[in-house]
C-alpha cells in the first residue's frame, strides 16, 4: 500500500533497484549527491529532489542505498537529513539497504520510532524503520533477484514484502532491529573465511605437486566441501521439524484442554497452560535463530564446487575472466571492518575475522581493491592457476 517511494544513493546497486521499482509501477522521488545520476533520472522524467529531506517530503516510504554507516548516518540525521522534520514525518516507513554495521542500525530505528506521523496512517501509530541488506551483487539487482535479510518488527516486514519483492526473489524476516545487518555481515564473513581457507589449501597442494582441478574434484567430493556448513543445515531443517512438532503438540493439547474443561479440572488445566505458553515462547525464539542460520547457510556458500579461485579450474566465475565482474575486494574489506568492530564491541573471540580483515586490507593496499575477492588466491597466495 505504498505509492510514494523516495529513493537515495542512486549507484552501482541503487540505480538498478530503483529502476526496478518504476518497472513496477511506484511513483519515485529520488537523490544522489552526484549530479550526473541526477541528470540522467530526471531526463527518464524522475523526480530528483536536492536533500534527503525534500525526498521525505514527497514519499510514504524511504529507501536508502548507500555506501557506508557515516553516509547513511548523514542522509538520516544530517542538516536537511530525512529525520529534519524531527516530530513530523512524512513517511511512515524507512528501509535501509546499506551494508552496515548492526549498532548503526538499530541507533536508527530508535531515532525513526522516536519520531511522529505528520498524518496518522491506518496502523501505524509512528514512524518505523527496517534495516534490509541484501545479497546476490549487481547482477542480482539488475535482474531483480536480489535476497533481502529484514530487520525490525515482523508486521511492518510483512508489509513491505511486495515492495521489497518488486526488487528481489526473496526476503527472509531475521528478527529485532538491527538483525538484517547481523545476517548480512555474517554471511560476507564465513564467504570470506571459506575462500581464505580454500585458496590456501589450493595453492599449498599446488606448490606441493597436484594440479588445482585434481584437488579441486577431491574436495567436491570430501569433507573439504564444508562438513560444518552441511551439519548446520541439517541442524536448521531440525529445528524446523521440532517447531512443527510442537505445534501439533500445542493442538492437541488445546483440544485435551477443552475436553479436561468440560470434565471440570481447573486447577491442573491452568499449570498445563502456563507450561504450553512457556514452550511456545522457545518455539518463537527458535523459528527466529532457525531464519538466521538458513539465511547465513544459503548465502555464505564459497565452495571448490561454486566459486573456484583459481583460474581455469572453472568456466563462468570471476577467477576465469581476471577476477572481473564479482564481488570486489575491497566491498569484502568494508564488510570484515564490520563485522571485526562488531565483534569487539561485544567481546567476541573471533581470531579468523581478523586475520581475514588483515589479509583483505593488504590485497586493497597492494592494488587489487576492484577485483573479486577471490583474487585472493593469486595475490596472497601467490598461486598460478592450472
Ligand atoms: P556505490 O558507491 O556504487 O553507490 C553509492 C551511491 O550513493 C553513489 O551514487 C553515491 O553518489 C551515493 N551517495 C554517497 N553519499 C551520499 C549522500 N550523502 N547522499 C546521497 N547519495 C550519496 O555503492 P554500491 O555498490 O551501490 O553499494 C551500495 C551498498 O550496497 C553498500 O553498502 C554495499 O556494501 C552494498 N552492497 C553492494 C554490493 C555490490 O556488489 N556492489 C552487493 C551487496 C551489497
Same mark, same amino acid.
Given at each position: 500500500?505504498?505509492?510514494?517511494?523516495?529513493?537515495?544513493?542512486?549507484?552501482?546497486?541503487?540505480?538498478?533497484?530503483?529502476?526496478?521499482?518504476?518497472?513496477?509501477?511506484?511513483?519515485?522521488?529520488?537523490?544522489?549527491?552526484?549530479?550526473?545520476?541526477?541528470?540522467?533520472?530526471?531526463?527518464?522524467?524522475?523526480?530528483?529532489?536536492?536533500?534527503?529531506?525534500?525526498?521525505?517530503?514527497?514519499?510514504?516510504?524511504?529507501?536508502?542505498?548507500?555506501?557506508?554507516?557515516?553516509?547513511?548516518?548523514?542522509?538520516?540525521?544530517?542538516?536537511?537529513?530525512?529525520?529534519?522534520?524531527?516530530?513530523?514525518?512524512?513517511?511512515?516507513?524507512?528501509?535501509?539497504?546499506?551494508?552496515?554495521?548492526?549498532?548503526?542500525?538499530?541507533?536508527?530505528?530508535?531515532?525513526?520510532?522516536?519520531?511522529?506521523?505528520?498524518?496518522?496512517?491506518?496502523?501505524?501509530?509512528?514512524?518505523?524503520?527496517?534495516?534490509?541488506?541484501?545479497?546476490?551483487?549487481?547482477?542480482?539487482?539488475?535482474?531483480?533477484?536480489?535476497?533481502?535479510?529484514?530487520?525490525?518488527?515482523?508486521?511492518?516486514?510483512?508489509? #513491505?514484502?511486495? %515492495?521489497?519483492? *518488486?526488487? +528481489?526473489?526473496? =526476503?527472509?524476516?531475521?528478527?529485532?532491529?538491527? /538483525?538484517? @545487518?547481523? !545476517?548480512?555481515?555474517?554471511?560476507?564473513?564465513?564467504?570470506?573465511?571459506?575462500?581464505?581457507?580454500?585458496?590456501? #589449501?589450493?595453492? %599449498?597442494?599446488? *606448490?606441493? +605437486?597436484?594440479? =588445482?582441478?585434481?584437488?579441486?574434484?577431491?574436495? /567436491?567430493? @570430501?569433507? !573439504?566441501?564444508?562438513?560444518?556448513?552441511?551439519?548446520?543445515?541439517?541442524?536448521?531443517?531440525?529445528?524446523?521439524?521440532?517447531?512443527?512438532?510442537?505445534?501439533?503438540?500445542?493442538?492437541?493439547?488445546?483440544?485435551?484442554?477443552?475436553?479436561?474443561?468440560? @470434565?471440570?479440572?481447573?486447577?491442573?488445566?491452568?499449570?498445563?497452560?502456563?507450561?504450553?505458553?512457556?514452550?511456545?515462547?522457545?518455539?518463537?525464539?527458535?523459528?527466529?535463530?532457525?531464519?538466521?542460520?538458513?539465511?547465513?547457510?544459503?548465502?555464505?556458500?564459497?565452495? @571448490?564446487?561454486?566459486?573456484?579461485?583459481?583460474?581455469?579450474?572453472?568456466?563462468?566465475?570471476?577467477?576465469?575472466?581476471?577476477?572481473?565482474?564479482?564481488?570486489?575486494?575491497?566491498?569484502?574489506?568494508?564488510?570484515?571492518?564490520?563485522?571485526?568492530?562488531?565483534?569487539?564491541?561485544?567481546?567476541?573471540?573471533?581470531?579468523?575475522?581478523?586475520?581475514?580483515?588483515?589479509?583483505?586490507?593488504?590485497?586493497?593496499?597492494?592494488g587489487h581493491e576492484t577485483e573479486d575477492f577471490s583474487c585472493v588466491f593469486q595475490h596472497y597466495y601467490s598461486g598460478k592457476g592450472e
Amino acid at each position: 500500500s505504498f505509492e510514494n517511494v523516495g529513493f537515495i544513493g542512486l549507484g552501482n546497486m541503487g540505480s538498478r533497484m530503483a529502476n526496478n521499482l518504476l518497472k513496477a509501477g511506484y511513483k519515485m522521488t529520488v537523490h544522489d549527491v552526484n549530479c550526473n545520476v541526477m541528470k540522467k533520472y530526471s531526463d527518464m522524467g524522475v523526480s530528483t529532489k536536492q536533500t534527503p529531506f525534500e525526498v521525505a517530503e514527497a514519499s510514504d516510504v524511504v529507501i536508502t542505498m548507500l555506501p557506508s554507516s557515516s553516509h547513511v548516518l548523514n542522509v538520516y540525521n544530517g542538516p536537511d537529513g530525512l529525520l529534519l522534520g524531527g516530530d513530523l514525518l512524512t513517511p511512515q516507513l524507512f528501509i535501509d539497504s546499506s551494508t552496515i554495521d548492526p549498532q548503526t542500525s538499530r541507533k536508527l530505528a530508535v531515532s525513526v520510532s522516536n519520531c511522529i506521523l505528520k498524518e496518522k496512517k491506518e496502523n501505524w501509530e509512528n514512524p518505523v524503520m527496517l534495516d534490509a541488506p541484501v545479497s546476490g551483487g549487481v547482477v542480482a539487482a539488475e535482474a531483480g533477484s536480489l535476497t533481502f535479510m529484514v530487520g525490525g518488527s515482523e508486521d511492518v516486514y510483512l508489509a #513491505a514484502k511486495s %515492495l521489497l519483492l *518488486s526488487m +528481489g526473489k526473496n =526476503a527472509i524476516f531475521c528478527g529485532g532491529p538491527g /538483525n538484517g @545487518s547481523v !545476517a548480512k555481515i555474517c554471511n560476507n564473513l564465513a564467504m570470506a573465511i571459506s575462500m581464505l581457507g580454500l585458496s590456501e #589449501a589450493l595453492a %599449498l597442494g599446488q *606448490s606441493l +605437486g597436484i594440479t =588445482a582441478s585434481t584437488l579441486t574434484k577431491i574436495f /567436491n567430493s @570430501s569433507s !573439504a566441501r564444508c562438513w560444518s556448513r552441511f551439519n548446520a543445515f541439517n541442524l536448521g531443517i531440525q529445528i524446523i521439524h521440532f517447531l512443527l512438532y510442537n505445534v501439533f503438540s500445542m493442538f492437541s493439547m488445546h483440544s485435551c484442554f477443552l475436553l479436561g474443561k468440560k @470434565s471440570g479440572g481447573g486447577e491442573r488445566v491452568r499449570e498445563s497452560l502456563i507450561h504450553i505458553y512457556m514452550f511456545s515462547r522457545a518455539c518463537e525464539a527458535g523459528l527466529v535463530l532457525s531464519r538466521i542460520c538458513s539465511t547465513i547457510l544459503k548465502y555464505a556458500q564459497c565452495d @571448490s564446487d561454486s566459486y573456484n579461485p583459481v583460474p581455469g579450474v572453472m568456466q563462468g566465475v570471476p577467477s576465469s575472466r581476471n577476477y572481473s565482474g564479482g564481488f570486489a575486494s575491497k566491498l569484502m574489506a568494508k564488510d570484515l571492518n564490520l563485522a571485526a568492530a562488531s565483534a569487539e564491541e561485544v567481546g567476541q573471540r573471533c581470531p579468523l575475522t581478523f586475520l581475514a580483515q588483515n589479509i583483505y586490507t593488504e590485497i586493497c593496499n597492494d592494488g587489487h581493491e576492484t577485483e573479486d575477492f577471490s583474487c585472493v588466491f593469486q595475490h596472497y597466495y601467490s598461486g598460478k592457476g592450472e
